[in-house]
């Protein structure tokens, strides 16, 4: 792996940790603000890291029994400053989210800047 590659890696292995502890605070700080969510037919801007905390608190309901989540991870591109990674999350026996995030480095540490989620992978 590349030096790029091991960040983004230990970035979403972080980003499995605090979904799977359940702390919205946590996965918080890992979204950039202002941060752009593009949803199938909505595009959501971010614009306070409140915005996100209360996202996640509000649905822990979806990943009800989930114990362990683990994070495919390719990096498509990156510049100078953002890498674009494919990630296929697993957990329940199988694939089932994927995503392509947009990270950015602001002061050596990585933020989600762009969230899209993907066609669900086969599984």
Do not use: N
């Not at 790029?4 to 702390?23: C, H, K, T």
């Not at 969510?37 to 595009?43: A, D, N, R, Y």
Request: zero cysteines; glycine letters at 8%; a negative charge.
């Amino acid at each position: 792996m590349t030096d790029v590659e091991d960040r983004v890696q230990e970035f979403f292995d972080r980003y499995a940790a605090a979904l799977l502890a359940r702390d919205a605070a946590a996965l918080s700080r890992l979204y950039a603000v202002p941060a752009l969510i593009l949803f199938p037919g909505q595009s959501l801007p971010v614009t306070d890291r409140g915005q996100t905390e209360a996202f996640f608190a509000s649905s822990w309901g979806q990943y009800e029994g989930v114990d362990e989540a683990e994070p495919d991870v390719t990096v498509l591109a990156d510049a100078p400053h953002s890498v674009w990674a494919d990630v296929v999350w697993s957990y329940g026996g199988g694939p089932k989210e994927r995503f392509v995030y947009q990270l950015v480095d602001e002061a050596g540490e990585y933020r989600i800047a762009v969230l899209t989620p993907m066609a669900s992978p086969a599984g």
